[in-house]
């Protein structure tokens, strides 16, 4: 059978550890023998980002803005500890933070669901899309400790000079204080990826701040999604029967808990920290969470939500097998190839892409898995196996499904 054809390249960032390992392992066992893949290949590994002064993480996230779809292994940021291991010249920078800053996108984050990996939350049977806006607030704030009777004020001055002023709090004892801000530009680009997001999927989208306390901040977010909407997407969604829904963040846990899924939950910066991680860990793993990073220009990053697996890493050096979990890091791939087969109007992508995730689930559900989900798994029938071996049994049921 001859391999599926691309028109256009997707960006392709290799990165670290064993993320890195599983990453070639996906492509020889399970994406090269059925595509003939097109890929601009950049290494994110954190040796050649030291050795390229960071440049390579840069060219990568421009070269995803030239083709408009990237797919991205998993990579270190590196810590103290990691100076050493590395030899590093300096402390780099979150390829993530850098990449989210370039293209000004936002992050959805999506559950992966099998039979048998059961939620914590019996009402949950559909996804639950996280959208964070991954910019400001308490992320790049300005705080201080005080003495007792300091007097804390908020001060702006504007393009002309003149200065308004604010009593924060006079403190009768020691206490701290916090500045942080936000842009229209930014919040504005927020809106419009969780926008278009939910036209690309079909799925509602519900937003949720504070506004009733926070009546300038919080209230500027509101205040921007409702405009946009109503100027440029109520039709759009009116016409695919999807909803637009706001309401305060307490509301928004309250009928989250409630609900079936199947919608996306759209959350200002610390919110949507906290609430990833909370519906990641109440669907069972973060080893099956899917990650996409959308710009509001219509570039598209898929990538695992998890890091590059250390300790696993650790023993594959020793020569000893690990049970890694591949799961999101296939997703990804699959993720990125359907964009490009849509973008590119080619039907037997995206018809690979679905199957891809089709073999990848059924592996599961027949009772074959890694080490993280055998522990998860409430099927009676199981077994564990390693990493290699997870993706030959995927690749099995794959074949047949392209057959």
């Not at 220009?297 to 998890?306: F, I, K, L, T, V």
């Not at 699959?334 to 689930?361: F, H, M, N, V």
């Amino acid at each position: 059978m001859a391999k599926i054809a691309m028109k256009t390249p997707l960006v392709e960032m290799d990165g670290d550890e064993m993320t890195r390992v599983i990453w070639q392992m996906i492509k020889d066992i399970l994406i090269c023998p059925h595509v003939d893949l097109k890929s601009e290949y950049y290494d994110l590994g954190l040796v050649c980002r030291n050795d390229t002064g960071d440049q390579i993480t840069i060219d990568a996230a421009n070269a995803t803005k030239t083709y408009g779809v990237a797919v991205k292994c998993a990579t270190i940021t590196p810590n103290a500890a990691r100076m050493p291991e590395y030899n590093l010249k300096e402390m780099w920078k979150s390829p993530n933070g850098t990449i989210r800053a370039i293209l000004d996108g936002t992050v959805f984050r999506a559950p992966i669901l099998a039979k048998g990996i059961n939620p914590y939350i019996p009402t949950w049977t559909k996804p639950i899309t996280i959208a964070r806006h991954a910019y400001g607030d308490v992320y790049k704030n300005t705080e201080m400790q005080v003495s007792a009777g300091s007097k804390c004020e908020l001060v702006c001055t504007d393009a002309q000079g003149v200065e308004t002023r604010q009593l924060i709090h006079s403190f009768d004892g020691n206490g701290v204080v916090q500045g942080m801000h936000n842009t229209d530009q930014s919040i504005s680009s927020f809106a419009r990826s969780c926008f278009n997001y939910a036209l690309d999927t079909k799925q509602d989208l519900w937003f949720a701040t504070k506004d009733t306390i926070s009546k300038k901040y919080d209230h500027r977010f509101k205040d921007i999604f409702a405009e946009i909407f109503e100027a440029e997407y109520k039709e759009k969604f009116d016409a695919l029967g999807i909803e637009y829904f706001y309401t305060l963040i307490d509301d928004a846990v309250s009928r989250v808990i409630r609900s079936n899924g199947g919608y996306i939950w759209a959350c200002k910066n610390y919110d949507g920290d906290v609430m990833s991680d909370m519906v990641a860990t109440a669907y069972g793993s973060l080893g099956m969470m899917t990650s996409v990073l959308v710009s509001p220009d219509g570039a598209y990053e898929y990538e695992a939500a998890h890091g590059t697996v250390q300790r696993h890493y650790y023993k594959h050096l020793k020569g000893e097998k690990t049970s890694t979990n591949s799961v999101a890091t296939i997703f990804a791939w699959s993720g990125a190839l359907r964009k490009r087969g849509e973008l590119d109007d080619l039907p037997q992508l995206c018809g690979y892409a679905d199957k891809l995730e089709q073999a990848t689930i059924q592996t599961i559900e027949d009772g074959v898995m890694t080490g993280d989900l055998y522990i998860l798994s409430s099927l009676e029938s199981k077994r564990k196996v390693d990493t290699e071996e997870f993706l030959q049994e995927i690749g099995k049921r794959l074949d047949a499904l392209l057959a």
